[in-house]
């Protein structure tokens, strides 16, 4: 059964490259950008959707839970695929009018990276971010796929980086843009709680532990 859902069908926006300083993207430099966020329902997922949306990319989401799919939707995405109900790649497509995105962003690995690249545009881009799932990593089968691998701390050596990536978050914040997504706050007293929680894999954004 199809499930995947938009909040509206529009064509990818332009401009996916000017992030550093928080700028609208140039609507005359002729780059589409639609992106495709993995686990998407988290704290990290649901940052990428606000980024994209300050720079005019289209954000699909995906999730493993058909139940978090109005919650990403409410987020900022422009469609939300659930995995246990749908063909990432199929509906990507189907979004996409055939295309593929132009971008992956994947922070789970593990050995659907093969089909998750089939997702992508030809001439595309997967950039990982994270490895939740710590299986082996099956090789990308699209053949034209770029590949990035991004360790955020080796940039933030670099001076210039830092004071790039500084600006374009205080411009977001600032704007209203980009928003810390808390899904629930616990006391220390209830920390085995908490864990719990977090395990259960259904939170819609980061949990927050209060030490004092």
Same mark, same amino acid.
């Given at each position: 059964? =199809?499930?995947? =859902?938009?909040?509206?069908?529009? @064509? ?11 700028? &609208? ?12 966020? *993995?686990?998407?329902? !988290?704290?990290? !997922? ?9 720079? !005019?990319?289209? &954000? ?22 659930? *995995? $246990? ?8 497509? %189907? ?9 992956? %962003? ?10 998750? #690249? ?13 490895? %939740?799932?710590?299986?082996?990593? #099956? ?7 770029? +590949?990035?691998?991004? %360790?955020?701390?080796? $940039?933030?050596? /670099?001076?210039?980086?830092? =004071? @790039? ?6 411009? !977001?914040?600032?704007?209203? +843009?980009? =928003? ?9 007293? /209830?920390?085995?709680?908490?864990? @719990? ?16």
């Amino acid at each position: 059964m =199809r499930s995947i =859902r938009c909040r509206q069908h529009r @064509r990818p926006a332009v401009g996916l490259a000017r992030l550093e300083d928080g700028s &609208p993207p140039d609507q005359g430099s002729g780059d589409r950008a639609a992106t495709r966020n *993995t686990a998407a329902s !988290g704290g990290v !997922g649901r940052a990428a959707i606000q980024i994209a949306n300050q720079i !005019g990319a289209v &954000p699909i989401a995906v999730t493993r839970h058909t139940a978090k799919q109005e919650s990403l939707l409410a987020a900022g995405a422009a469609a939300v695929i659930a *995995t $246990d109900r749908e063909d990432v790649a199929e509906s990507t497509r %189907l979004y996409t009018d055939g295309n593929g995105v132009d971008i992956i %962003l994947d922070a789970v690995m593990g050995p659907g990276l093969a089909d998750l #690249s089939l997702a992508a545009k030809l001439g595309g881009t997967r950039a990982t971010v994270g490895w %939740l799932d710590p299986r082996a990593a #099956s090789f990308p089968a699209n053949p034209s796929l770029t +590949v990035h691998r991004y %360790l955020a701390f080796a $940039d933030m050596t /670099d001076p210039e980086i830092v =004071r @790039r990536v500084a600006a374009f978050l205080a411009a !977001g914040v600032r704007t209203g +843009v980009l =928003r810390p997504a808390v899904d629930r706050v616990f006391g220390l007293d /209830d920390i085995i709680e908490a864990h @719990r929680y977090l395990e259960a894999g259904m939170s819609e954004g980061k949990i927050v532990v209060k030490i004092h």
